[in-house]
């Protein structure tokens, strides 16, 4: 089966950029979603097809997806992004959703 | 505006079943695929199931089949996930998912939650 892999953490200072990354075999072949997870809420989507940012969130968001990585980036981190991230894509393989371990990200 | 609420959430014993509901209102719920995605305390999240707009096409997590069956009642827009032969690593909060579009697509909307305990 397809796997994502992310690392588990990332320490950003505000006002910073952060990158997030999801590996997984020519991901570039692949559509990746990124969701934002705060502490006891459910998932939110902030990221879809790549590159797509849904509405409400800002533009501080972008996506990019190459090779074997696809990256969610954020510019100028405020502490209200602190969450957990996970990134997820389509296996036409298997027909299943997969999803990474997800990455949290501490604002410093 | 889209709404997704489950219930059904609970304690429940080893071995036994359960059976989990989302009601789904603010949406023409028939024309979307849904889905049920799980996390356990602490832990990533994990899908499960996916069922079609018209609930003839179901998909489930490899590790799950046998075990859960997804369905689907278009006229009360009621989506339920059954589960039985319970262990304690199905505990975790399941969450009733809407896929955007396609079954290829991202979930646009997430419910809270309903939080299942598998415990004696």
């Known amino acids: 089966s397809y796997v994502l892999t992310q690392a588990p953490s990332l320490s950003v200072a505000p006002g910073e950029t952060a990158r997030i990354s999801c590996g997984g075999i020519n991901i570039e072949s692949k559509s990746v979603h990124w969701y934002q997870q705060k502490s006891g809420q459910a998932p939110v989507v902030v990221m879809y097809?790549?590159?797509d940012r849904p509405s409400g969130i800002p533009e501080r968001f972008s996506g990019s997806n190459s090779g074997d990585t696809a990256t969610l980036t954020i510019r100028v981190v405020e502490v209200g992004d602190e969450a957990d991230y996970y990134c997820?894509?389509?296996?036409?393989?298997?027909?299943?959703?997969?999803f990474g371990g997800g990455t949290r990200v501490t604002v410093l | 505006e889209v709404h997704l609420v489950e219930s059904g959430g609970g304690l429940f014993p080893p071995g036994g079943s359960l059976r989990l509901s989302c009601v789904a209102p603010?949406?023409?719920?028939?024309?979307?695929?849904m889905s049920w995605v799980r996390q356990a305390a602490g832990k990533g999240l994990e899908w499960v199931a996916n069922i079609k707009e018209d609930g003839s096409e179901k998909i489930y997590a490899e590790s799950l089949k046998g075990r859960i069956s997804i369905a689907r009642d278009n006229s009360k827009k009621l989506l339920s996930l059954h589960m039985d032969y319970l262990r304690g690593e199905d505990t975790a909060v399941y969450y009733c998912?809407?896929?955007?579009?396609?079954?290829?697509?991202?979930?646009?909307?997430w419910g809270r939650g309903t939080v299942v305990t598998v415990s004696s």
């Open positions: 997820q894509v389509y296996d036409s393989a298997t027909d299943h959703a997969v």
């Open positions: 603010g949406f023409t719920f028939g024309d979307y695929w």
């Open positions: 097809y790549d590159t």
């Open positions: 998912v809407r896929l955007s579009g396609v079954k290829t697509g991202h979930y646009d909307y």
